[in-house]
């Protein structure tokens, strides 16, 4: 746990970059202070493609968090994804000889792995998360400080990018004095955000369903069992329905938040939009909730082979948490669960400043980040029960959102 107050994060996506600072307090309360999000321009599949736009973006959002003259920002914690990511899992061992196992036994075991991972050549590590502990031949140590014994190992899930992504991201904050802190993988921090410890310790999928790439994180007992990113997103779901009408792309951004997957529209039920050339043609509901279903049912399949391939599949029983602008569509829900037969909610962030609430499930990156900068090691995260939500700054909003928010995290 850290003793920092005023944080800043910022979420680099592919559609959007959220910014905002927060009070985190000790016991792990997260107070948003300022927000500020941009359509993002310069990214693509989740990575860095035009570094002045990306820097272009970033200054509009650190100057909207400092616009009130209250706060300067010196240094970010912020999000990575791409399909660069990769997560697989490792271990490392250090020798005991026959003493009592201590926390510096532990990080030494930790450093073992990490030093396992780090010669992989191009790559860049992210993260190194402790799955479980073996000490000699008994194996599934949740905590092995105390214990006996000759040799002590960890099983480790290793998150890594690679080094042009990673530095291509540095670069888009290079131009600004402002020091990137932590970069964190956008999937993990959505999925630590938005999952409840009992969710963490039954089984729990989350899928962060952005624009450019859909983040898979398998989460059980309290730790990372697979993460995953998929490039295909929500900016694939719009082409195809551009594609369809032969319109334009924020038309069909339009078009496709006011079909519900899961209604069966009349026969005679269309949609009249402008298409290329200033012809608007008629457009059936049903062909519409084709398109779309058609897309993200190949999302899940592909999610569900990947899952398939690393062995997770019988992981989650507390089936699916959605997130990510691509979770708002109407219906999604109830695809994913006629496929997969898994109970699937969808995560409702609700970002309370001052008299207002910032809503909507693409929050869940961002919020995840300022979990991350609470504690180097995520434990308290992972599996306590503690307090850790986030509280508005003014009286009249207190005990609702706190309630609602205690509910999600
Ligand atoms: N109501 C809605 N119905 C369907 N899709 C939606 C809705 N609202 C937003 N989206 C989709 O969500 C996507 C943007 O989500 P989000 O802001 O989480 O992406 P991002 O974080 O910028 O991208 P990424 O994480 O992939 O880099 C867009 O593709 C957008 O079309
Ligand atoms: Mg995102």
């Not at 480790?156 to 990673?166: P, R």
């Not at 600004?176 to 999937?187: K, P, Q």
């Not at 999610?303 to 708002?328: D, I, M, N, T």
């Amino acid at each position: 746990m850290k003793n920092k107050q005023i944080v800043a994060a910022i979420d680099i996506g592919t559609a959007h970059i959220t910014a905002a600072l927060a009070n985190i307090t000790s016991a792990g309360d997260i107070i948003p202070i300022a927000f500020a999000e941009v359509p993002s321009k310069g990214i693509k599949k989740g990575g860095v493609v035009n570094i002045p736009l990306v820097q272009h973006a970033i200054n509009e959002v650190v100057d909207i968090l400092q616009s009130d003259g209250s706060y300067h920002v010196h240094s970010v914690i912020t999000s990575l994804s791409g399909a660069s990511i990769m997560g697989y899992n490792s271990s490392g061992s250090v020798a005991v000889r026959g003493t009592n196992i201590t926390e510096h036994n532990v990080k030494q075991s930790v450093a073992a792995a990490r030093g396992t991972v780090e010669v992989l050549e191009g790559r860049q590590l992210l993260h190194v998360l402790p799955q479980s502990f073996r000490v000699d031949k008994q194996t599934d140590i949740e905590d092995p400080i105390g214990l006996m014994g000759e040799k002590l190992s960890v099983q480790v899930h290793v998150i890594s990018a690679a080094k042009t992504t990673y530095y291509n991201l540095l670069q888009a904050f290079a131009h600004r004095d402002v020091d990137v802190d932590r970069v964190i993988a956008s999937g993990f921090s959505s999925a630590i955000a938005v999952s409840s410890p009992d969710e963490k310790q039954l089984g729990i999928c989350v899928l962060d369903i952005g624009a450019g790439t859909t983040d898979v994180t398998v989460i059980s007992q309290g730790v990372v069992k697979h993460t995953e990113v998929i490039p295909i997103g929500g900016d694939q779901i719009t082409g195809d329905v551009a594609f369809f009408m032969r319109t334009t792309v924020p038309i069909a951004e339009k078009t496709k938040c006011v079909i519900s997957l899961k209604d069966v529209y009349g026969e005679n039920e269309t949609l009249k939009v402008q298409g290329i050339g200033e012809v608007a043609r008629k457009y059936s509901k049903n062909d519409l909730v084709n398109v779309i279903g058609e897309r993200y049912s190949q999302i899940i399949e592909v999610v569900l082979q990947k899952l398939e391939r690393a062995g997770v599949e019988e992981s989650f029983p507390a089936g699916f948490v959605v997130c990510g602008g691509g979770a708002e569509q109407q219906g999604l829900v109830e695809l994913l669960m006629k496929k997969t037969q898994l109970p699937v909610r969808k995560a409702e962030i609700e970002v309370p400043l001052g008299r207002e609430v910032v809503k909507g499930s693409r929050f869940a990156t961002i919020m995840g980040l300022f979990m991350c900068d609470y504690e180097e090691d995520y434990t308290r995260t992972m599996t306590n029960e503690i307090k850790i939500g986030i509280i508005p700054k003014i009286g009249g909003l207190f005990s609702s959102s706190l309630a609602r928010l205690r509910k999600q995290f």
